[in-house]
C-alpha cells in the first residue's frame, strides 16, 4: 500500500452556484464523447432500480428505505464514470478496461468505502422497516395504501422518517461528493478523502446543498419515468461529478493513483 503524502491538506476552491450548469455540460459532453461504457452504467443502474423496486413491492416497508437506501451507494457504483471522465480531461483515448482499472488500482480503498456505504444503505433500510413497521397504526396492504398514508396521514411517524432520511442523505452526501473521485484520481487514504470532501462541502455550503438537489431531482425524474432516465441521467450526473471534484479540490501536491492501493 502506497503510504499517503505526510502533511499535504489538499486546499480547497470557492465556487458559486454557476458552476453547476458548467458541471452539467462537461458531464453531457463526457457522455455523448465515452459512448457506450457510459451507456452501459446507465443500463446497469436502470436495471438494478428495477429489480430493487420490484422486490420492495413485493414486501412494501422496504419500499422507502430501499429506494432512498440507493442514493447512499450510488456514488460508489459511479467509479467507473469517474475514471472516464478523468481519461477525457487528460486527452487520451477511453476504453471499457479503464472501468475495470479503476478499481483494480484503488482496490482496497474503494473496496473498504464501498463496503462502508453499502452498510450504511442496509442499516438504513432495517431502520426503516423497523420504523414503520411499530409505529405505522394504519393498515397497508400494497403501495396504493402506502402513498395514502403519506398523503393523508395523521401522525408523525412519515415525518419522523423524513428527517432520519434527510440527515443519512446529507451526511452521504457530505462524505462521498468528492471522496470517491479523489480515490480514483489519487494516491491518497479514504480518511484523507473523506476529510476533504466533508471540507468542500463546508467552504461551499451553498453552492453543494444546491448540487445535492439538483442530483435529488435528476434522481426522482429517472424514478418517474419507471427508471428509464437512469440510462442517461446516471452516467451524466457520474461524469458531471467528476468536474466537481475537479473544481473544488486543489490535487497538483498529491501523487496521482498509478497502483493498486
Not at 395514502?148 to 446529507?170: E, N, P, S
Request: aromatic residues 10%.
Amino acid at each position: 500500500m502506497n503510504p499517503e503524502p505526510q502533511g499535504i491538506v489538499p486546499p480547497i476552491r470557492e465556487v458559486t452556484p454557476k458552476a453547476i450548469t458548467r458541471w452539467m455540460s462537461l458531464g453531457w459532453r463526457d457522455f455523448r464523447q465515452v459512448g457506450w461504457p457510459s451507456l452501459l452504467h446507465g443500463l446497469i443502474v436502470a436495471g438494478i432500480s428495477l429489480v430493487i423496486v420490484q422486490i420492495a413491492l413485493l414486501f412494501w416497508p422496504l419500499l422507502p428505505g430501499a429506494i432512498s437506501g440507493y442514493l447512499v451507494v450510488g456514488p460508489i457504483i459511479a467509479t467507473g464514470l469517474y475514471a472516464l471522465s478523468q481519461k477525457q480531461e487528460s486527452g487520451q483515448p477511453t476504453r471499457p478496461a479503464d472501468v475495470f482499472n479503476a478499481w483494480r488500482q484503488g482496490s482496497r480503498c474503494l473496496l473498504k468505502f464501498g463496503l462502508l456505504l453499502v452498510s450504511v444503505a442496509t442499516a438504513w433500510v432495517l431502520v426503516s422497516v423497523i420504523l414503520f413497521h411499530f409505529f405505522v397504526s394504519v393498515e397497508i396492504a400494497g403501495p396504493i395504501d402506502f402513498l395514502r398514508y403519506v398523503f393523508m396521514q395523521d401522525d408523525h411517524t412519515f415525518l419522523l422518517w423524513t428527517v432520519l432520511a434527510g440527515l443519512v442523505a446529507a451526511v452521504t452526501f457530505a462524505v462521498t461528493v468528492v471522496s470517491v473521485p479523489m480515490l480514483v484520481d489519487r494516491n491518497v487514504t479514504m480518511r484523507l478523502a473523506i476529510r476533504t470532501s466533508v471540507r468542500a462541502v463546508a467552504k461551499n455550503p451553498v453552492t453543494m446543498a444546491t448540487w445535492a438537489l439538483v442530483i435529488l431531482l435528476v434522481t426522482g425524474l429517472s424514478m418517474a419515468t419507471l427508471m428509464i432516465g437512469f440510462i442517461v441521467l446516471y452516467p451524466v450526473m457520474g461524469h458531471a461529478s467528476w468536474h466537481v471534484y475537479r473544481d473544488l479540490v486543489d490535487v497538483s501536491q498529491i501523487p496521482p493513483r498509478t497502483q493498486a492501493d
